[in-house]
C-alpha cells in the first residue's frame, strides 16, 4: 500500500527538475522491468500489483505491492500496466569514440516520441553511441524512456554544447540536408557520424559546417517532411546496407 508521501513523490519524477535533483528516473511496464532488473542500473523501489509481484519473486529489491487504483495514480500511461519502476540515472562517462563506430548526432531533437524512436533505432542497427546537443528532449523524460522500448539500456548518451565539443573531424559526417546525394546510392559506411536535425529548424550551425557528405532521401509522393526518427531509420538502414555485408 503506498503512503500518501510516497505518492506525492513518484509523481514527482514526472518533472525533470525532481529527476535532476535526486538522479532517478520512471519505468513502466512489464517488458522493461524485466530488462531494468536484468541490466546493470540500480533499481531503487518496485511498484506492481499482486499478479507482478506473484509472478517475480526473486526481483532484488524493494517491491510495494499496490492495487489497481493505486497504479493508475503513479503510471504516467493513459493504460497503467502492471509495475512501476524507480531506477537510477546512470552518467555516461569518457567521449564518444568516432574512429571506426557508427555514431549518430542529434542537433535540437526535442519531441519526446522521436527521440525515443532514434534510440531503439540505434540500437536496432548495432549503435550505441549517441550524441546529442544540449537542448535534446533528456533521455530520462518518461515518454523517451517508454518509447525506446528497453533500448535505452544498450545506448549511451552523451549531451554536449557544440559549439564547444572538441573532436578531430576523422571520420564522415553524412548530413541530412535537402540539397545531398541520394541515400539509396551511398555506399555501405562502417564508420562516421549521421547528423539528424532539429524537427523545424534542421541541422543548425555549427554542427552544420562539418557535414562532409550531405544525403538527402528522395520524394517520390506529395508529402511535405518526413519526421526526425522515420528519416534517421531510412538514412541509417542504407550506411549499414546489411545485404552489402
Known amino acids: ?13 514526472y518533472h525533470k527538475k525532481q529527476r535532476d535533483q535526486d538522479g532517478l528516473f520512471i519505468a513502466e511496464g512489464p517488458k522493461l522491468a524485466e530488462e531494468l532488473i536484468n541490466s ?38 493513459q493504460t497503467p500496466n502492471e509495475v512501476v519502476i524507480v531506477a537510477k540515472q546512470t552518467q555516461t562517462i569518457g567521449e564518444p569514440i ?17 527521440m525515443g524512436t532514434i534510440i531503439r ?13 544540449n537542448d535534446c528532449v533528456e ?5 523517451v524512456v517508454q518509447s525506446t522500448m528497453g533500448s535505452i539500456l544498450r545506448v549511451r548518451c552523451w549531451y554536449k554544447d557544440f559549439e564547444a565539443w572538441e573532436f578531430r573531424n576523422e571520420v564522415p559526417f553524412f548530413g541530412a540536408l535537402l540539397n545531398g546525394e ?13 547528423v539528424i536535425g ?5 541541422i543548425r550551425e555549427p554542427m552544420l559546417s562539418n ?26 538502414g542504407c550506411l549499414v546496407n546489411l545485404q552489402g555485408q
Open 1 to 13: 500500500m503506498l503512503t500518501k508521501n510516497e505518492l506525492k513523490y513518484i509523481q514527482s519524477l
Open 40 to 77: 546493470e542500473f540500480e533499481i531503487k523501489h518496485v511498484y506492481a500489483v499482486r499478479e507482478w509481484v506473484q509472478r517475480n519473486p526473486t526481483v532484488k529489491a524493494l517491491v510495494t505491492e499496490i492495487s489497481e487504483i493505486e497504479l493508475s495514480r503513479v503510471s504516467n500511461l
Open 98 to 114: 568516432l574512429k571506426e563506430n557508427l555514431t549518430i548526432v542529434l542537433d535540437g531533437i526535442q519531441d519526446p516520441g522521436n
Open 121 to 133: 533505432i540505434a540500437d536496432w542497427f548495432g549503435i550505441s553511441q549517441i550524441v546529442c546537443s
Open 139 to 143: 533521455i530520462y523524460n518518461p515518454k
Open 182 to 194: 541520394n541515400i539509396y546510392g551511398t555506399k555501405k559506411a562502417t564508420e562516421g557520424v549521421v
Open 198 to 202: 532539429n524537427e523545424s529548424k534542421g
Open 211 to 236: 557535414i562532409t557528405h550531405p544525403v538527402t532521401i528522395p520524394r517520390t509522393g506529395a508529402a511535405e517532411s518526413l519526421n526526425a526518427a522515420v528519416a534517421t531509420g531510412i538514412i541509417v
